[in-house]
Nanobody, 122 residues
Framework: QVQLVESGGGSVQAGDSLRLSCAAS????????VGWFRQAPGKEREFVAA????????YVADSVKGRFSISTDDAWNTVALQMNNLKPEDTAVYYC???????????????WGQGTQVTVSS
């Protein structure tokens, strides 16, 4: 089992930055991929970014490429999502998740955090 807790969400103005953190505990040595997803009201959960543990390879959705980046600390206890130049359409609940392989499909991820709200006003 892996437990995930997101933090860092909040209400900001368009153009501002936020840094979300995902703290992992439990069987963290079993983590292969950590992904960030988001879900806006009335919309499906959407892939945002992911990072592979072994290679360190990162993946970012086209919708946020150039503005968002994903990183982790050396111990792989925390995975961060740096969000710059935020736009109102970035408003959503952001979730981190752990999966056995890289995928943009949320159903491929096994463990999820409770989510953190990001609200961007124009």
């Amino acid at each position: 089992q892996v437990q995930l807790v997101e933090s860092g969400g909040g209400s900001v103005q368009a153009g501002d930055s936020l840094r979300l953190s995902c703290a992992a505990s439990g069987r963290t040595a079993s983590i292969v991929v950590v992904g960030w997803f988001r879900q806006a009201p009335g919309k499906e959960r959407e892939f945002v970014a992911a990072i592979r543990r072994i290679s360190g390879s990162t993946y970012v959705a086209d919708s946020v490429k150039g503005r968002f980046s994903i990183s982790t600390d050396d111990a792989w206890n925390t995975v961060a999502l740096q969000m710059n130049n935020l736009k109102p359409e970035d408003t959503a609940v952001y979730y981190c998740a752990v999966g056995p392989s890289y995928s943009v499909r949320s159903e491929q991820y096994l463990y999820w955090g409770q989510g953190t709200q990001v609200t961007v006003s124009s």
